[in-house]
């Protein structure tokens, strides 16, 4: 098992709450039909899965307790989502059958678990055989900024170091194929895609939740109890992002690894 770096506050939901199949699971989109009964692991705020609902025959949505859990099932029930159901699972150790579903999905969660190939196995064993294993993830490495503010360079240092001590492994996206390979499928799609927030709009919206973030989220709160860093560091890190947001030249770039894999 491993901690789950970013929690759940406030400053944390408005970035997943914006996510959906279209930014979110493109590359899965195409192989969906409205036959398909599809296992959502780790299913955060429920945008993803809420969207996938409206796209096929069920959805069932996964997350590792019953205050996460609590998020999603909200948004289902104010949506209309009937064709949603709920259970809370360890993605190493799922409760559900053999051959249960025809797509298994997993966003922004391999890179937060203690053995991400396991949880692949694992997502293996309960997808029918023809059907699809997909995987998303961000690569913390691979992320690309402008303005070159040293204080964006101690903020991904510490998150990296943080999510590391929480047993995740936060450069996940160039990992997922070897991780699919090593959890034994042999037919795998890997492919990439980004977010990028380069306008005004995007670059209030991305660094005025990363300036709250740093400050008030479940990895503030870690970084100050273990020591990794002070408060006064904290706070100069939430003004470089407000700077960075103000800034015209400012652009963001987050990569992603994805992959399709055929069980």
């Known amino acids: 098992m491993a901690v789950y770096t970013h929690g759940h506050h406030d400053s944390v939901l408005r970035s ?14 195409e192989h969906l039909t409205a036959d398909t009964r599809l296992l959502d692991i780790g299913a955060g705020p429920g945008t993803i899965s809420v969207d996938f609902a409206s796209r096929v025959s069920h959805v069932t949505a996964t997350e590792i307790n019953a205050q996460a859990l609590a998020l999603s099932q909200k948004l289902a029930a104010e949506t209309g989502a009937t064709n949603t ?26 890179q937060h678990v203690g053995d991400p190939v396991q949880a692949l196995r694992e997502m293996r064993r ?24 040293p204080e964006l360079d101690e903020w991904l240092q510490l998150y990296r170091d943080a999510a590391r001590v929480n047993g995740g492994e936060p450069d996940a996206g160039r990992r997922l194929l070897a991780w699919a390979r090593a959890a034994g499928f ?29 400050l008030h989220s479940a990895l503030a709160a870690q970084l100050l109890d273990t020591g990794m860093a002070t408060r006064e560091q904290l706070q100069r890190i939430s003004e470089a992002w407000r700077a960075w947001a103000d ?15 055929r069980v």
């Open 16 to 29: 997943h709450n914006t996510r959906n199949v279209d930014n979110s699971a493109a590359y899965l989109a």
């Open 85 to 110: 159901s709920f259970s809370i699972e360890d993605v190493h150790s799922l409760g559900c059958a053999d051959d249960s579903f025809d797509v298994t999905h997993a966003h922004q969660v391999l």
């Open 126 to 149: 309960v997808t029918k055989p023809g059907g699809l294993v997909a995987a998303r993830d961000a690569d913390y490495a691979g992320f690309i900024w402008f303005p070159l503010l």
């Open 186 to 214: 042999t037919d795998v799609t890997a492919t990439a895609s980004t977010w990028c927030y380069a306008t005004d709009a995007e670059r209030q919206w991305w660094g005025g939740m990363w300036a709250d973030r740093i």
């Open 247 to 261: 800034d015209g030249d400012g652009w963001f770039l987050v990569p992603h690894g994805e992959v399709l894999c």
